[in-house]
């Protein structure tokens, strides 16, 4: 089982930026990737950023060039670096791990910015 820990979530202005953090605490083995989706309330959950076990990221079109996600090998915490963002950045942050084939998922942490 994984249980992921999320937070950094919270409420900023336009232009200015946030740090998610996801802690997977007792993994080590098995991480085929770890990343981050989002959902806006009324929309479908959307990717955000992903990297692999051997560093690949892969992010949304909207996130690139704005979000950076990077990683710590030993302790496969996962952190999501949001700059410039927007009103439209604004939704339910969720981290995922996938393990072993199997895709487990936080709770989510709130993300809102002000128009």
């Known amino acids: 089982q994984v249980h992921l820990r999320e937070?950094?979530?919270?409420?900023?202005?336009?232009g200015e930026s946030l740090r998610l953090s996801c802690e997977a605490p007792g993994?080590?083995?098995?991480?085929?990737a770890m990343g981050?989706?989002?959902?806006?309330?009324?929309?479908q959950r959307e990717l955000v950023a992903t990297i692999t076990f051997d560093d690949v990221t892969n992010y949304g079109?909207?996130?690139?060039?704005?979000?950076?996600i990077s990683r710590?090998?030993?302790?496969?915490?996962?952190?999501?670096?949001?700059?410039?963002?927007?009103?439209e950045d604004?939704?339910?942050y969720y981290c995922y791990c996938d393990r072993y084939g199997t895709v487990y998922w936080g709770q989510g942490t709130q993300v809102t910015v002000l128009s």
Not at 72 to 87: E, F, G, I
């Open 7 to 14: 937070s950094g979530g919270g409420v900023a202005r336009p």
């Open 36 to 43: 981050w989706y989002r959902q806006a309330p009324g929309k």
């Open 72 to 87: 710590n090998n030993d302790t496969m915490d996962v952190w999501l670096q949001m700059n410039s963002l927007q009103p």
């Open 90 to 92: 604004t939704a339910v």
């Open 61 to 68: 079109d909207f996130a690139r060039g704005r979000f950076s």
């Open 27 to 32: 993994i080590r083995y098995g991480v085929a």
